[in-house]
């Protein structure tokens, strides 16, 4: 038996909510420590890796960083939770960028962490290594969880 649709739209917006939190977390959580030459060691998370562009002048990527990681996740959950509003009907123009934002969404991710890991590829070489942190998968959590729910979403108003 199939749930209901408020049943549907209670749940996503349970997920919804469990997805904003995973996002806030995995922003401002240790995401990788960086040890050079066994003495030095930095850990950053996602806003401390902000900073620490901003403060070296890299502001082309910290620009970068900034629209795809926080702003781009950020605005989905926004966007969702009216989408997912219990008193109105989601009209066709929302309809179309819920659908816009399913096709072309999943891409920005994926373009961000292509460039970071390049970026440090380059940069370390042999003199470096990393260590993951929690906060790594927090984040890729938040950001599998969030596209999920846009596939949810834009099923849930394709009929």
Not at 8 to 26: H, P, S, Y
Not at 88 to 109: E, F, I, V
């Amino acid at each position: 038996m199939q749930p209901t649709r408020p049943q549907n739209t209670l749940f996503l917006r349970l997920l919804l909510l469990l997805a904003t939190l995973l996002l806030l977390v995995g922003l401002f959580s240790p995401m990788l420590t960086m040890s050079q030459f066994y003495f030095f060691e930095s850990s950053f998370s996602v806003m401390g890796g902000l900073a620490s562009l901003i403060t070296e002048g890299q502001y082309f990527i910290a620009i970068v960083i900034f629209i795809f990681s926080i702003i781009a996740p950020i605005a989905k959950v926004a966007f969702l939770f009216v989408s997912l509003r219990p008193e109105r009907a989601c009209s066709p123009k929302q309809k179309h960028y819920l659908r816009l934002m399913h096709d072309y969404g999943r891409w920005a991710m994926l373009d961000v962490f292509v460039v970071a890991v390049l970026i440090m590829t380059v940069k370390l070489g042999a003199v470096a290594s990393i260590e993951v942190h929690w906060g790594l998968y927090v984040f890729a959590c938040a950001v599998m969880l969030i596209m999920y729910l846009t596939h949810k979403v834009v099923n849930l108003f394709k009929a």
